[in-house]
């Protein structure tokens, strides 16, 4: 028997378990991190706040100011949740932040109640804006909402892309898409001014002015929401569309449905 022969024979066990883990395996993908629930994000973002300002703030229950400030502490401490949960803040995560602040501080003031009309409109205008203003930067936003790799394929896209020649015309097929997704949020916001101003008349202070903070927040998604939505699909099947065309990849192979390429 040869000497290597001899060693490996009396290696002690624990040293031959630690060897027996092959050199090529992989350590297992970390999990994905937790998607966010719609439903979570209807009922703590609109759901629960419209019940509070509407039927718990009059003075027999929370209050005028006690029931904006409890109405408003749902929106905004579901998003701190959310960033504890995700580790990271975007612009966008921040605006809708500062958006329900600024609710809360209007109507704690006892502002003319213009200046939330004000407010409604401007956050989605900031976002449309900086869409905008992105277009011919490295970073363009249409890539935080449509084309990016938790959605798309984006290293295979890029690839069939560059093998075509087709990089240019597909620089720009993501500005006309983010025109569109520009355009959603200004549809947004001119309907966030149009419905503020329709709704909220009582001035602050008063029960009738939560009512109406509540009833405004309660057809925010489908005077809004939606609306904004059909926009955003409509620039989201123009994107398939397209790559389709200049990649020639069905959309079942762009797709980012996890499976390996």
Do not use: C, W
């Amino acid at each position: 028997m040869t000497e290597s022969a001899t060693r490996k024979e009396t290696l002690p066990v624990d040293a031959h378990h630690e060897n027996t883990m092959p050199e090529n395996a992989q350590t297992p993908p970390a999990t994905n991190p937790k998607r966010e629930s719609l439903l979570a994000n209807l009922v703590l973002n609109i759901a629960v706040p419209t019940i509070i300002l509407s039927k718990f703030s009059g003075e027999e229950h929370l209050g005028i100011k006690m029931g904006i400030i409890v109405a408003l502490a749902f929106p905004l401490l579901y998003g701190a949740r959310d960033f504890m949960v995700r580790r990271k803040l975007n612009v966008f995560s921040a605006l809708g932040l500062i958006s329900v602040l600024l609710t809360g501080g209007i109507s704690l003031l006892e502002l003319d109640p213009q200046y939330i009309a004000i407010k409604e409109a401007a956050i989605p205008g900031i976002i449309g804006l900086l869409t905008l203003l992105s277009v011919n930067t490295r970073y363009p936003v249409v890539k935080v909402f449509l084309y990016n790799d938790k959605l798309l394929k984006v290293d295979k896209i890029a690839a069939a892309l560059r093998e075509r020649g087709n990089e240019l015309a597909f620089e720009k097929v993501l500005r006309q898409a983010s025109y569109l997704v520009a355009f959603s949020f200004f549809v947004s916001s001119a309907l966030n001014y149009v419905l503020a101003k329709m709704i909220m008349v009582s001035p602050p202070g008063t029960v009738e002015f939560n009512a109406e903070l509540g009833k405004m927040t309660a057809l925010s998604f489908p005077v809004i929401v939606l609306p904004a939505m059909i926009v955003m699909a409509s620039a989201l099947f123009f994107l398939f569309r397209r790559i389709r065309q200049l990649t020639e990849l069905s959309i079942e192979e762009v797709i980012n449905d996890g499976s390996p390429d």
